[in-house]
């Protein structure tokens, strides 16, 4: 699933690539699929999205939000799989589930095995989408300081009891983290998935701060990671630290066997001896 840092280096490549083309055709998908969420009919979304330019794409937590000028945005939220720029004369992909052709024979195809909203909106609707209003400040933005992030666990500790993992990946807490990413944030700030924000000390909750904060820069400087593709379907730089691939492996700091358990609806990767 994209995280944060790969919708973020989505928006760069889009607005270096795609801004300012111009829509022959857009189709919302040649193969059924029961979690990929619209909210147009085909014939609805093809008359709307003809004729229109490519403004200035941004995004924010795991949303990405593309203007179709002039009037509409076109929505990327929660996805995952591959979502490609296709230049003039490119093979296009047989099965799709939302293809976007513009007057210069270049295209944008998106394609999910998980699931994910492409939706299209008019402009300004969108705020208003579950999960989009009111959404938290995300490891993005200026706001995102250690005061107001030491605000989030004080008022999260005054509810359900909740573990670290839980504040990294469960009901968008923190917009743009998923269980990917909060493997290598709790390696870097030495936590075990399964510790209790209570037993946080003002230390722990620095710490845990600046991984966040390191760890999302890491990868958006990366290009995101290696197990996710780019707008041109290459892989990212980042390797993540703790995944699959150095399950049984040694510790990178102090040799311990890495150590797999499914936890909140995931798998965790941890250290025994680094993560407390």
Not at 179 to 191: H, P, T
Request: hydrophobic share 35%.
């Amino acid at each position: 699933m994209f995280e944060l840092p790969e919708y973020t280096n989505f928006v760069e490549q889009m607005n270096q690539t795609i801004r300012g083309k111009t829509v022959s055709s857009g189709e919302q998908g040649n193969s059924p699929h029961k979690f990929v969420w619209y909210n147009r009919s085909h014939e609805e979304f093809a008359a709307l999205t003809v004729g229109k330019k490519v403004g200035e794409a941004r995004s924010r937590g795991r949303w990405l939000f593309i203007p179709l000028e002039p009037g509409y945005v076109l929505v990327f939220g929660e996805c995952g799989g591959k979502l490609l720029y296709h230049a003039p004369g490119e093979e296009l992909p047989e099965k799709y589930h939302l293809l976007i052709r513009f007057t210069d024979g270049s295209a944008l195809s998106a394609f999910t095995q998980m699931w994910g909203a492409m939706e299209l909106y008019e402009h300004g609707a969108e705020l208003e989408r579950q999960y989009i209003k009111d959404m938290r400040v995300t490891p993005a933005d200026a706001a995102f300081t250690f005061s107001y992030f030491n605000n989030l666990i004080d008022d999260l500790l005054q509810g359900p009891k909740r573990s670290a993992k839980s504040l990294l990946t469960q009901d968008q807490l923190i917009p743009g983290l998923g269980n990917a990413i909060a493997q290598d944030i709790l390696f870097r700030a030495r936590l075990g998935p399964r510790r209790p924000l209570a037993e946080l000390t003002p230390g722990m909750r620095k710490d845990l701060h600046a991984a966040i904060l390191d760890t999302v820069r890491d990868v958006i400087a990366g290009g995101g990671r290696d197990d996710e593709l780019d707008l041109f379907g290459n892989p990212g730089g980042y390797r993540r630290i703790m995944n699959s691939a150095t399950a049984g492996k040694p510790c990178p700091d102090c040799g311990t066997t890495i150590q797999k358990m499914q936890y909140l609806g995931g798998a965790c990767y941890f250290c025994p001896k680094c993560q407390q």
